[in-house]
């Protein structure tokens, strides 16, 4: 499990425990990538971090399927029953 301590200048500082085999592919290809270790794993788990955050955040279509998402949304919209029950036990949502 990682550990997160903060240092004296803002910046974090992440700890995390590897086995034998995992250490030695991070440092061979932090080596092959001529970095340093610590500038390898950034580089590497912020564009991991980057890419769940965004598929996460961000809903990507295609033309075809944009344009019947349109469709749908130009619809006039029906009443469901459930959700007018739902929203009349809880007229708000719960702030998060």
């Given at each position: 499990m990682a550990q997160t301590a903060q240092?004296?200048?803002g910046r974090r500082r992440l700890e995390v425990r590897v086995s034998e085999e995992q250490?030695?592919?991070?440092?061979?290809?932090?080596?092959?990538?001529d970095t340093t270790?610590?500038?390898f794993l950034l580089e590497t788990v912020t564009?991991?971090?980057r890419r769940v955050v965004r598929d996460q955040r961000d809903l990507v279509l295609s033309n075809v399927a944009f344009t019947r998402f349109l469709?749908?949304?130009d619809?006039?919209?029906?009443?469901?029953?459930?959700?007018v029950d739902?929203?009349?036990r809880h007229p708000?949502?719960?702030e998060q």
């Open positions: 240092s004296g200048s250490d030695a592919i991070i440092r061979e290809a932090a080596e092959v990538q270790v610590t500038a564009a991991r971090a469709a749908e949304l619809k006039p919209a029906e009443v469901v029953p459930e959700l739902l929203f009349a708000r949502v719960p």
